[in-house]
T-cell receptor
Framework: DAMVIQNPRYQVTQFGKPVTLSCSQTLNHNVMYWYQQKSSQAPKLLFHYYDKDFNNEADTPDNFQSRRPNTSFCFLDIRSPGLGDAAMYLCATSGLAGETQYFGPGTRLLVL | SQQGEEDPQALSIQEGENATMNCSYKTSINNLQWYRQNSGRGLVHLILIRSNEREKHSGRLRVTLDTSKKSSSLLITASRAADTASYFC????????????FGTGTRLTIIP
């Protein structure tokens, strides 16, 4: 089945230690999104790619970076995680920007 | 922030009853979508309604859209325990910025 896969499902890192979260998709969608979701809150968009075009949200901290080496994969790099970065990170894809988004199961990040 | 507001924030009903959730937003939109999120999981797309549509049905779901009031409602009929989840509305603004803005969510609990 076509799907969005996120690895790992749970990630524990130390304060200040770089961490990379990965997302892959078999839907061949043009658009990929990264969201941060904290407990009992709405998903907050960090950035998205339309093909290779990178679009950063104005309030996304510089600590967060992303890479999309090909259509199928997208990575979220957190260069120096702080305690406030502990959250669920959701990857989503869309065939057409602004249309239905297909979400992965998320990666829960814990910062010690 | 263009984030929508959802009402109520939390709702508990008996199994078999109908559940109604409301969403208000601030800008002109191309479409409005509803998503479900089970605890600790990714979001699942439920239904999309376009700005020129007033009502849409999918199984036990009924969505209405009133663009003059900038509001939408999601009705779940004959609720089941498996409907227990958080429900989010999300809007695509009409200037085509390739992204969705999520509402604050309603936490629905179905009591068996």
């Amino acid at each position: 089945d076509a799907m969005v896969i996120q690895n790992p499902r749970y990630q524990v890192t130390q304060f200040g230690k770089p961490v990379t979260l990965s997302c892959s998709q078999t839907l061949n969608h043009n658009v990929m999104y990264w969201y941060q979701q904290k407990s009992s809150q709405a998903p907050k968009l960090l950035f998205h790619y339309y093909d290779k075009d990178f679009n950063n949200e104005a309030d996304t901290p510089d600590n967060f970076q992303s890479r999309r080496p090909n259509t199928s994969f997208c990575f979220l790099d957190i260069r120096s995680p702080g305690l406030g970065d502990a959250a669920m990170y959701l990857c989503a894809t869309s065939g057409l920007a602004g249309e239905t988004q297909y979400f992965g199961p998320g990666t829960r990040l814990l910062v010690l | 922030s263009q984030q929508g507001e959802e009402d109520p924030q939390a709702l508990s009903i008996q199994e078999g009853e109908n559940a109604t959730m409301n969403c208000s937003y601030k800008t002109s939109i191309n479409n409005l979508q509803w998503y479900r999120q089970n605890s600790g999981r990714g979001l699942v797309h439920l239904i999309l309604i376009r700005s020129n549509e007033r009502e849409k049905h999918s199984g036990r779901l009924r969505v209405t859209l009133d663009t003059s009031k900038k509001s939408s409602s999601l009705l779940i009929t004959a609720s089941r325990a498996a409907d227990t989840a958080s429900y989010f509305c999300a809007t695509e603004e009409d200037f085509g910025n390739e992204k969705l803005t999520f509402g604050t969510g309603t936490r629905l609990t179905i009591i068996p």
